[in-house]
């Protein structure tokens, strides 16, 4: 099994930054394709940004400029570091991985339960 914990959400004012974290563990093998989406109130999931293994990146229009995405994979951790934030931002903000498990010859993927971000202007 695997499992995603999310960090690093909070209360900011407009303007402000945040880091946050999603650590992988469990019965790890290899993780491809990792990725932060959000579902805002009364909104649809969509996808923030994306990272490969090999450290290429996509971004959503809204976020491109501001936020940043990156990965440890010897630590099995993305990141997304936010600035200049707006209220349109809030959201729960979850964190998605392609996993392949040890003992497996595909992958599937993760969700994480999510972590609280709130922007006030």
């Known amino acids: 099994q695997v499992q995603l914990v999310e960090s690093g959400g909070g209360l900011v004012q407009a303007g402000g930054s945040l880091r946050l974290s999603c650590a992988a563990s469990?019965?790890?093998?290899?993780?491809?394709?990792m990725g932060w989406y959000r579902q805002g109130p009364g909104k649809q999931r969509e996808l923030v940004a994306a990272?490969?293994?090999?450290?290429?990146?996509n971004y959503a229009d809204s976020v491109k400029g501001r936020f940043t995405i990156s990965r440890d994979n010897a630590k099995n951790t993305m990141y997304l570091q936010m600035n200049s934030l707006k209220p349109e931002d809030t959201a729960v903000y979850l964190c998605?991985?392609?996993?392949?498990?040890?003992?497996?010859?595909?992958?599937?993927?993760?969700w994480g339960q999510g972590t609280q971000v709130t922007v006030s202007s």
């Open positions: 469990g019965n790890i093998f290899s993780i491809n394709i």
């Open positions: 998605n991985a392609d996993v392949m498990s040890y003992g497996t010859n595909h992958y599937f993927q993760y």
């Open positions: 990272i490969t293994s090999g450290g290429r990146t």
